[in-house]
């Protein structure tokens, strides 16, 4: 058969494929690309063509693309055990990942439940949330409580409390309303408030609701440090202080949507250590098989856990997914933690951090940029483009100037953003730090 190009794999791909949160007739003016092959940071087109992935595919990558110790690990379980069902099985891959999960909590969580996808892990802790409060005595507790600009997920249940109108409206009539509170978002500020005033300023929100109607309340659902999804929106931790705080006097459930800012990637494991607080659930997912393998998962606290222990099957927790509890996607993510312990990645991270924020410093005091932010490994800033028409264009126009310069970037909006993986060496950092700099300036003087 002759070689396939990447014309042809596109040609195929856009007869046969079609392709997640793409309005597809775009593609007949943006490139769709045909990754052949993917190594460390970079992925390859049929030509050899190469992109460095800045934003981890979706923000799951870590380790960077065929990593020998994490291929080595699946290489190893592929000839053990591939899959088994979880209901009346176990295995170890399994119990391995969920005793190491629940000691990086300090064991204030653990009973890992698992599923696929990260919106899955919403939808189970929401399902868990109302479970939990009626088994205790409380089914009036039936609502949820999400942010301005949350993002949890596409499913039915995750966008009930995912608060982007272009992912959302559409669906309107299927969706259960969920409250919607202020974000603590520090770019709220107003004149001479520092990020801890607009944390308090959106915490009186909350508490105003929750004084309101706590008791109708299940669970508010937050993604602590970072929205992502709605433009790498950064607060301080002193709001999950404070939510934590309100939470337990009003008897509302935290849950901790850590998908995207799970692994490190604020620059502790766990974003919520940074305010020295666990919530009721904890949701994982992307990062934690090491972007290799779809995998998430919920932990919990005893507490929670004993409500649904009884000799009454309907007490119980009755979800399940098929491939909950994969074994290869549970080794991988074995093989994951394993490299955070043996490389020091959090410690690395801190000086790749620094190197980054550095190679993007003539970006972050740019005229046409502002709010330039960082936590950890997620990197951010707003273009400044006065003109309407030009603004509702530039990620589309960012994104294929950065394409034709072997960047793999997709801004959110306005904000460009990088949250690459934690492999970068320091010819790529100097790399990225020009090339965003030069395809920021040619995409707003063409
Ligand atoms: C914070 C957050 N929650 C949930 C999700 C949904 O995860 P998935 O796309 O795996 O369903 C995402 C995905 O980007 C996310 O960023």
């Given at each position: 058969?002759?070689?396939q190009?990447?014309?042809d794999?596109?040609?195929?791909?856009?007869?046969s494929?079609?392709?997640?949160c793409?309005q597809m007739q775009?593609h007949e003016e943006?490139?769709?690309i045909?990754v052949?092959?993917a190594k460390?940071?970079?992925?390859?087109?049929h030509?050899n063509?190469?992109?460095?992935?800045?934003?981890?595919?979706w923000w799951?990558?870590?380790?960077?693309?065929a990593?020998p110790?994490?291929?080595?690990?699946?290489k190893?379980q592929?000839?053990?055990?591939?899959h088994?069902?979880?209901?009346g099985f176990?295995?170890e891959?399994?119990?391995?990942?969920s005793?190491?999960?629940?000691?990086?909590?300090?064991?204030a969580?653990?009973?890992?439940?698992?599923?696929?996808?990260?919106a899955s892990?919403?939808?189970?802790?929401?399902?868990m949330s109302?479970?939990a409060w009626?088994?205790?005595?409380?089914?009036?507790?039936?609502?949820?409580?999400?942010?301005?600009?949350s993002?949890?997920?596409?499913?039915?249940?995750?966008?009930?409390?995912?608060?982007?109108p272009?992912f959302?409206d559409?669906y309107g009539p299927?969706?259960?309303a969920?409250?919607?509170?202020?974000?603590?978002?520090?770019?709220n500020?107003?004149?001479?408030?520092?990020?801890?005033d607009?944390?308090?300023?959106?915490?009186?929100?909350v508490?105003?609701l929750?004084e309101?109607?706590?008791n109708?309340?299940?669970?508010i659902?937050?993604?602590?440090?970072?929205q992502?999804?709605?433009?790498?929106?950064?607060h301080?931790?002193?709001?999950?202080?404070?939510?934590r705080?309100?939470?337990d006097?009003?008897?509302?459930?935290?849950?901790?949507?850590?998908?995207a800012?799970?692994c490190?990637?604020?620059?502790t494991?766990f974003?919520c250590?940074?305010?020295?607080?666990w919530?009721?659930f904890l949701?994982l997912s992307?990062?934690?098989?090491?972007g290799?393998l779809?995998?998430?998962?919920v932990?919990?606290?005893d507490a929670?856990?004993q409500?649904?222990?009884?000799e009454?099957?309907?007490r119980?927790?009755?979800?399940?997914h098929?491939y909950?509890g994969?074994?290869?996607?549970?080794r991988?993510a074995?093989a994951?933690?394993q490299?955070?312990r043996?490389?020091?990645?959090?410690?690395?991270n801190?000086?790749?951090?620094?190197?980054?924020?550095?190679?993007?410093a003539p970006?972050?005091?740019?005229?046409?940029?502002?709010?330039?932010?960082?936590?950890?490994?997620?990197f951010?800033f707003?273009a400044?483009?006065?003109?309407a028409a030009?603004a509702?264009?530039f990620a589309?126009?960012?994104?294929?100037?950065?394409?034709e310069n072997?960047?793999?970037?997709?801004?959110i909006?306005?904000?460009v953003?990088?949250?690459?993986?934690?492999?970068?060496?320091e010819?790529?950092?100097?790399?990225?730090?020009?090339?965003?700099?030069?395809?920021?300036e040619?995409?707003?003087?063409?």
């Open positions: 058969m002759k070689h190009t990447s014309s794999w596109i040609a195929r791909s856009l007869r494929v079609w392709h997640p793409t775009h943006v490139p769709l045909a052949s092959r460390g940071p970079w992925l390859y087109d030509e063509k190469r992109y460095l992935d800045a934003i981890s595919s799951v990558n870590l380790f960077g693309h990593n110790r994490i291929n080595a690990a699946l190893d592929l000839d053990t055990l591939e088994a069902m979880l209901a176990t295995h891959p399994v119990i391995e990942l005793e190491q999960l629940a000691a990086l909590t300090g064991h969580l653990g009973h890992a439940f698992y599923a696929s996808d990260g892990a919403v939808e189970i802790a929401m399902k109302f479970h009626r088994n205790a005595g409380f089914s009036d507790k039936q609502e949820f409580v999400c942010l301005q600009g993002y949890h997920g596409e499913t039915v249940g995750a966008l009930s409390v995912t608060d982007v272009l959302k559409a299927l969706l259960r969920a409250h919607v509170v202020a974000s603590p978002d520090a770019r500020a107003l004149e001479g408030e520092s990020a801890q607009v944390a308090r300023r959106a915490i009186a929100d508490e105003r929750f309101e109607r706590a109708k309340i299940a669970a659902i937050v993604e602590p440090l970072v992502c999804a709605t433009g790498m929106a950064m301080d931790p002193l709001y999950l202080e404070l939510l705080e309100l939470c006097r009003h008897q509302v459930h935290l849950i901790a949507d850590e998908i800012v799970g490190g990637r604020t620059g494991f974003a250590e940074q305010a020295a607080i919530p009721d949701c992307k990062g934690i098989s090491g290799y779809p995998l998430s998962l932990l919990t606290t929670i856990y409500s649904f222990y009884s009454d099957i309907t119980g927790f009755l979800h399940s098929s909950t994969n074994a290869l996607a549970c991988a074995l994951t933690l490299i955070f043996d490389d020091d990645v959090l410690n690395r801190r000086e790749l951090a620094t190197k980054l924020t550095i190679a993007l970006l972050a005091e740019h005229e046409r940029t502002k709010a330039f932010r960082q936590r950890g490994m997620i951010a707003d400044v483009e006065p003109d030009r509702a264009s589309r126009r960012f994104f294929t100037t950065a394409v072997e960047l793999l970037l997709r801004p909006g306005r904000t953003y990088l949250m690459p993986p934690y492999v970068l060496d010819e790529e950092i100097d790399l990225l730090g020009s090339r965003v700099k030069s395809v920021f040619s995409v707003m003087a063409a």
